[in-house]
Structure formats: C-alpha cells, structure tokens
C-alpha cells in the first residue's frame, strides 16, 4: 500500500516546503486539478506540477477533474507528470485519453465518482494501469468519506482478480485512520489522504498513524 499526501490541503504560500516535507516518507504526492466547470472550484495547472518537480524529487499523481481533459493533457505530460487520471463522467473520447497518456510516458488512470457503478469500467479497465474511485464528490477536501463505496471498491477488486490483471485501485475522499483499513480490506492499495496529513504539524507521524491502522485492524 501507498498514501498519496494530497496538495489540495497543504498551505498554497509554501507549496515546495510543504512537498518537501512530506516526499521523505512517501513515494508519490496527489495533485488535484480543478477547472470550475466539471467541479465547481478552481485549483492549479501543469505550470505548479513543472515547478514541483524543479523543486522536489518525489512524483506526482496527477488527477484531472476537468472537462474533456484531453486537451490539457500534452500540457501535463510536458510538466513531468508520472501519473494521470481523468474521470469516466468528462471524456468524449476515453480510450483515446487513455492511449495519450500512456503514449507521453506516464501511468494512464479513469476516476469514477460516487454515482457512476463500477461496471461502467468495463470496456476500459484492460487499458488502465489504475482505477480511482472517489468515496466523496470531488471538488471539495475535507469531506466525509461516503461508506457505500467500500462495495464498489470490493467490485472493482473482483472485476481486477476475475480478468487477471495487474490493475491498482486508488481511493481518495475522507480517508483516515478509520476508512483507510476498510478501503485497504476491499481491495484498495493506493490512499489520497489531505485532510489526514496536512492539518498536522508532524506529517510524518500522520502518515505513519495511517500506516499503522491498517496493521492495527488486521491483528
């Protein structure tokens, strides 16, 4: 398993130093794009994830909950993005989105939201390396973490197992100490989590909390 400290709730004013200080304990930092059509807030672009990677070493997970991303893409892969999803519900052409991103050297992923059944990744999944499922709707941290998604994860996870496939399952939405476990125990292994470390004056002790808790809840 893999926790993904999420930008959206790290402090704008010292991005790098926030990055900085959590890219020792994790392999990877999610950052959410936001173009306040597809979710109703605006947040960063392919000019942050370049000036990330002049200023940090850790890679980046790159989640695009815009509108027909696949305009922004070249844009993204050009900033060294190493992974990018873009979601179900926003691509006319999603196959080709795929395809692009993969071509441009990067972990090609679809994102469904709370509302959209996990067998719509059926004519897809054999062309992702990753599924995210958002246990919350996306455009806003801090939300609670929505408990029927545990039941999708776990259809997801079958849907994985079934076709043989080396497929990961992302989460991202209200993930702690308490959800995380459960998230993990369905079939999850990669954990966005904002809220969970950013808030904290040690992050380090804040990933190792979430860590821990899946250990703690399977002894």
Do not use: W
Request: some cysteine; proline content about 4%.
């Amino acid at each position: 398993m893999k926790i993904l400290p999420s930008i959206l709730s790290a402090n704008f004013a010292r991005l790098a130093d926030e990055v900085r200080d959590v890219e020792k304990d994790v392999d990877l930092i999610h950052v959410d794009v936001m173009d306040g059509h597809f979710v109703p807030n605006i947040t960063m672009g392919a000019n942050v994830v370049h000036a990330l990677k002049q200023e940090t070493q850790v890679a980046q997970d790159v989640h695009l909950m815009v509108d027909e991303p696949i305009h922004l893409l070249p844009s993204f892969l050009d900033a060294g993005a190493d992974m990018i999803s873009v979601h179900y519900e926003a691509c006319t052409h999603l196959h080709r989105a795929i395809q692009m991103i993969k071509d441009g050297g990067a972990k090609a992923g679809v994102v469904l939201n709370p509302s959209t059944p996990a067998s719509a990744l059926e004519s897809i999944i054999k062309d992702v390396d990753y599924v995210l499922i958002m246990t919350v709707d996306p455009g806003f941290g801090g939300q609670r973490f929505l408990p029927s998604m545990i039941d999708k994860i776990k259809a997801v996870h079958e849907m994985i197992v079934t076709s043989n496939l080396s497929v990961q399952i992302e989460v991202d939405g209200g993930v702690d100490a308490e959800t995380l476990p459960l998230c993990f125990n369905a079939g999850a292994t990669l954990f966005v989590a904002g809220s969970a470390i950013f808030t904290f004056a040690d992050r380090h002790a804040a990933i190792e909390k979430l860590i821990r808790s899946v250990q703690q809840n399977n002894e």
